[in-house]
């Protein structure tokens, strides 16, 4: 069994207890009285017991700390996925969103989610959910809008006519004003 990593010697235990107290980030002072444990000359088992963890995530917590120092405990954020769409394709994407289909070329009258995947697809081998692709859309400032849909037959005089009208004034009715007296 190897020996362990030891702990950097700028800081001792009562400087880290001192932090923990401070820190508003509660597992980052769980890490730093673990750690202040094993500055007390307190084994590893008992740092893990300290923070409820195993040896092999104290031994990370220490070699996390001595590279950062007490900045290093801090749970940082994950970095996620990878974009499928890098910034050239995102600027072509949007400028064919803004152009429109060519019906000759590219089959369709206006796009949809599922033809610009596949317009992504066939210019950059690049698979794109429908899902994903609204949301880079959406990111760009694009809006899903469409027409209300119109029957070519319907008559704008018959649907004037059958429209109700308002009256020109309101009033109020008796019987409210006697309530609210009453």
């Known amino acids: 069994m190897g020996s362990p990593v ?6 001792d235990a009562t400087a880290l207890r001192l932090l923990a107290r401070r ?18 000359g ?9 923070g409820s963890v195993g040896l092999q995530t104290v031994r990370d ?29 995102r600027q072509a994407l949007a400028r064919i969103v803004e152009e429109g289909p060519i019906p000759a070329v590219h089959g369709v009258v206006c ?9 992504v697809w066939e210019e950059y081998r690049v698979s794109v ?3 994903t692709l609204s949301r880079e859309l959406r990111a760009m400032g694009f809006r899903k809008l469409s027409a209300r849909p119109r ?26 004003g006697r309530r609210a007296h009453g």
Do not use: C, M
């Not at 917590?61 to 974009?83: C, E, I, S, Y």
């Open 151 to 176: 029957h070519q037959a319907q008559n704008e005089h018959a649907l004037e006519a059958f429209k109700k009208t308002s009256p020109p004034s309101w009033r109020t009715s008796r019987g409210a």
């Open 129 to 131: 959910s429908k899902q």
């Open 6 to 11: 030891s702990l950097r010697d700028d800081f």
């Open 111 to 119: 796009w949809r989610l599922i033809d610009l995947a596949q317009w």
């Open 61 to 89: 917590w220490v070699l996390r700390f001595n590279a950062a120092g007490p900045a290093g405990l801090v749970d940082g954020k994950a970095p996620g996925q990878t974009p499928k769409l890098n910034d050239a394709q």
């Open 42 to 50: 307190g084994r590893r088992g008992e740092a893990a017991r300290v």
């Open 23 to 40: 820190t508003r980030d509660a597992s980052q002072g769980r890490r730093q009285l673990a750690l202040a444990a094993i500055y007390d």
